[in-house]
C-alpha cells in the first residue's frame, strides 16, 4: 500500500499524481518516497495516459529531500548511494513517452525543483508563498539529481549558476521570467492550465546565443567568472560546495557518478568535508527557532509600532509587508516621511509588482496621534533607550490599549524588569528585540523578565514566526544574549584601535576566521552612537563602575561620525561600501585574541542560564552576529577545539 503517493486517471486520459506524505506537514522525499515514487512511475508508464500531472496535497510543493536522512549516512559510500536513488527515479520520470507536468502550488525546494525539471512542463501558482530554489549548497552539498545538468540547458548557465550557487529563491513570476516555469497564474485557472498545456505542450524556447555559447565553447570562461564571485563571498577551504558545483557543470556536465573519483567535486569529498556536518547542523538549529512558534493559536491582524526611526520604522514596514495592518507614530508627519519612504523602497524590491506594493503601503498607516494603539493586537516601543521616556510612554499605552493586546518593547540594552516598573499589570510586557538591519536579519529575541506572562512571551513567537523571523526565547538579562556577546568582543577590538593597530587589519583577521564582517566595520554599520550607548549600559566593571570608552568611540561620536548611516565612522563610505586600505599582517594569535571575548561571554550566557541550552546559544549568535556558519556555532566550535 502507497503510503505517500496516490493517482488517478480523469475523463481526459490525463494520470494525476499526488504527493501527500503521510505524517508529515510538507513533502519531502526518504528513500521509501523516493522508491515509491519510482514504482508509481512504472504503474502509470503501463497505463500509457496521454499525459501525467504531479501535484502535492499540502499547503507547499516539495520541500526537497528529507535532511534528516543525510545524518543516517555512516559513509561516503551510503551517500552515494542515495544520490544514484534520485537521480534514478527522476531520470525514468524525464524519460516518460507522454507529457508530464509538475504543477507546483507552493515552495519548491532543491529535489522538487529537479523534479519539476525532469517534467516537460512546469505550470506555477502565482501567489506569494510560492518560491523555486536550490538550497542544497546552504548545506554543504549540491543538487545531485540531475539539477546541475539540467537546470543549465533549461535557462542558460548565468541564470543557472546564480540559483545553483546562492540557494536563492525566486517568486513564480522571476521563475516565469528566466523560463523555468512556463505559466505563472492565479487559483482559478491552475488546474485548468495544467490539464490545457499537458494535453498540448507549449514548443520550448531556444537559448539566447550567448548562453547556447556558455553551454558550448564558452563553458570554461563561464566557470572561470563563477569562481570569482564565489570566491568573493566564500573561501573553498571554509565553504567548498560552490566550488564544487562550479566543477562538476564545467568537467562532467553535472553527472556526480562521472566525478566520483574527482576531490573537487565528489559527493565523496562533500560528505567528509566538516562544513557540510555543520551546515547541516545549522539546518536543524534554525528549524528549532521556528518550532518555538508553533502550537499557539494566534493571529494578530493590527499591529502598532511607536517610534519611526530606522528601527521603529522597519520593524513597520516589514510587518506591513507580511500583511499586517499597522499604524506607525512618531510625534510629527516629518518624522515618519522617511520611515514611509524606505518602506516603499524595501516593498518595490522585495515584492516586485505593482498591486503588492500598493497594497503594502496601504497597510502602513502613518499615526501621529497614536488612535492605533486603542485598536492593536501587537504594540511594539521603538524609542530611544531612555528609561524614563519608556515609563511615561507604557503608562499610557496601558491605560489605552486592549485588555489583550501584547505590549513589547524593543529594547536592547535596558533591563525588561526596569521599564516593568511603570505598569500597572507586568506580566503583560515581554521584549521583542529586532536587529538592524530589520529587513535582513533573521533573528528576534523573544525577552521574558520575571514577570511577563509564559503565554505572552508564546504569542509573541508566533507573531515574530508570521513575519517569517526566527524568535529566540531568553531571559531579561542586560543585553539578552547577542549584545552581551557582542559587547566584549566589540569592546576588544576598539581597544585594539585605541593602541594603533589598523582597523583593516582587525577586520581582516576575523573575516578570515569566518565572520561575515569584521568588527570595526559591523560597528559602523550599527552606529558608532549606538554602540557608546549600549556600551555604557553593559560594559560594567564587578564594583559597578563603568569602563571606559574606546577614546577612538568617543572622538568619532564628538564629531558626529556615526558610521556608515552619516556617510563617516571609523571608515568613509562610498555608495555604502566601506572605503578600507589595504590590510596589514595578522596571524592566528591576533584571531584568537579577537574571538577569544566573544567565546568567553557565550560560555557564561550559559552558566548563567539567560538562553535554555548551547545549542540555542550557537543558533542565536549564528543567526544574529553571523558567527563563522561553517563552524558550528560558537560553543560548538570550543568543544571540538577541545578534543
Request: net charge positive.
Amino acid at each position: 500500500m502507497n503510503k505517500h503517493f496516490r493517482w488517478e486517471q480523469d475523463r481526459q486520459g490525463l494520470v494525476w499524481l499526488t504527493f501527500d506524505k503521510q505524517g508529515e506537514s510538507a513533502n519531502t522525499f526518504s528513500r521509501e518516497a523516493l522508491e515509491e515514487l519510482g514504482s508509481a512511475l512504472d504503474a502509470i508508464r503501463q497505463q500509457s495516459p496521454k499525459g501525467l500531472i504531479i501535484r502535492s496535497a499540502k499547503e507547499g510543493f516539495i520541500a526537497g529531500a528529507d535532511v534528516q536522512t543525510f545524518t543516517s549516512f555512516t559513509s561516503p559510500d551510503e551517500a552515494l548511494g542515495f544520490v544514484r536513488l534520485g537521480w534514478d527515479v527522476l531520470q525514468k520520470l524525464r524519460d516518460l513517452p507522454f507529457p508530464t507536468t509538475a504543477l507546483v502550488n507552493g515552495f519548491c525546494m532543491g529535489g522538487g525543483v529537479e523534479l519539476a525539471l525532469a517534467c516537460k512542463v512546469r505550470v506555477a501558482l502565482d501567489d506569494p508563498a510560492v518560491r523555486f530554489a536550490l538550497p542544497e549548497v546552504m548545506l554543504g552539498i549540491m543538487p545531485a539529481w540531475h539539477g546541475v545538468q539540467w537546470l543549465p540547458r533549461l535557462v542558460g548557465p548565468a541564470a543557472a549558476m546564480d540559483m545553483l550557487l546562492t540557494g536563492r529563491a525566486l517568486d513564480a513570476r522571476r521563475a516565469k521570467r528566466i523560463g523555468l516555469v512556463d505559466e505563472a497564474v492565479p487559483l482559478r485557472i491552475f488546474e485548468n492550465t495544467a490539464r490545457m498545456l499537458t494535453l498540448q505542450p507549449p514548443r520550448r524556447k531556444a537559448l539566447k546565443l550567448a548562453d547556447r555559447l556558455m553551454l558550448g565553447l564558452g563553458r570554461g570562461l563561464m566557470a572561470s567568472l563563477a569562481r570569482k564571485q564565489v570566491a568573493q563571498r566564500a573561501r573553498r577551504e571554509h565553504y567548498p560546495a560552490p566550488y564544487a558545483i562550479i566543477d562538476l557543470w564545467r568537467k562532467y556536465d553535472g553527472d556526480p557518478f562521472a566525478a566520483s573519483r574527482d576531490p573537487s567535486c565528489s559527493i565523496q569529498t562533500l560528505f567528509e568535508h566538516p562544513t557540510t556536518a555543520n551546515l547541516i547542523r545549522i539546518f536543524f538549529l534554525q528549524e528549532r527557532l521556528k518550532e518555538q512558534g508553533k502550537g499557539i493559536a494566534y493571529a494578530p491582524a493590527h499591529v502598532h509600532v511607536i517610534g519611526a526611526g530606522v528601527m521603529g520604522g522597519d520593524i513597520a514596514a516589514v510587518c506591513a509587508m507580511r500583511g499586517l495592518r499597522v499604524t506607525l507614530q512618531d510625534t510629527t508627519p516629518a518624522k515618519i516621511a522617511p520611515a514611509i519612504k524606505r518602506a516603499a523602497q524595501l516593498f518595490d524590491k522585495r515584492l516586485r509588482d505593482k498591486r503588492r506594493v500598493r497594497d503594502a503601503l496601504d497597510r502602513l498607516i502613518p499615526d501621529v496621534a497614536g488612535a492605533g494603539v486603542a485598536h492593536a493586537d501587537v504594540i511594539v516601543e521603538a524609542i530611544f533607550e531612555n528609561l524614563e521616556a519608556k515609563h511615561a510612554l507604557f503608562r499610557t499605552i496601558e491605560a489605552t490599549a486592549k485588555p489583550d493586546a501584547i505590549l513589547a518593547s524593543n529594547t536592547s540594552s535596558l533591563k525588561l524588569s526596569d521599564i516593568a516598573t511603570a505598569l500597572k499589570n507586568p506580566a503583560r510586557l515581554v521584549g521583542i528585540h529586532f536587529f538592524n538591519p530589520v529587513p535582513q536579519m533573521q533573528l528576534v529575541e523573544i525577552v521574558t523578565g520575571t514577570e511577563t506572562d509564559p503565554l505572552l512571551a508564546k504569542q509573541a513567537a508566533a507573531f515574530i514566526r508570521k513575519l517569517d523571523k526566527l524568535p529566540l526565547p531568553v531571559k531579561d538579562s542586560p543585553g539578552f544574549l547577542v549584545n552581551r556577546v557582542l559587547g566584549p568582543y566589540m569592546q576588544n577590538a576598539f581597544r585594539l584601535l585605541d593602541e594603533g593597530m589598523q582597523p583593516e587589519t582587525i577586520d581582516a583577521a576575523m573575516e578570515s576566521f569566518g565572520m561575515p564582517m569584521g568588527p570595526i566595520e559591523l560597528a559602523d554599520t550599527v552606529g558608532l552612537d549606538i554602540c557608546l550607548a549600549a556600551g555604557r549600559q553593559l560594559a560594567k566593571k564587578s564594583g559597578g563602575e563603568e569602563i571606559e570608552a574606546p577614546q577612538v568611540l568617543l572622538k568619532k561620536v564628538a564629531l558626529g561620525h556615526l558610521g556608515k548611516k552619516s556617510g563617516e565612522g571609523i571608515y568613509r563610505y562610498k555608495n555604502g561600501k566601506p572605503q578600507k586600505s589595504a590590510a596589514g599582517d595578522s596571524d592566528a594569535n591576533l584571531v584568537d585574541a579577537l574571538i577569544d571575548p566573544y567565546l568567553h561571554e557565550a560560555q557564561s550566557v550559559l552558566a548563567s542560564g539567560i538562553v535554555a541550552d548551547a545549542d540555542l546559544i550557537d543558533a542565536g549568535l549564528i543567526f544574529g552576529t553571523g558567527f563563522a556558519p561553517f563552524r558550528g556555532g560558537p560553543l560548538h566550535y570550543l568543544a571540538i577545539k577541545k578534543k
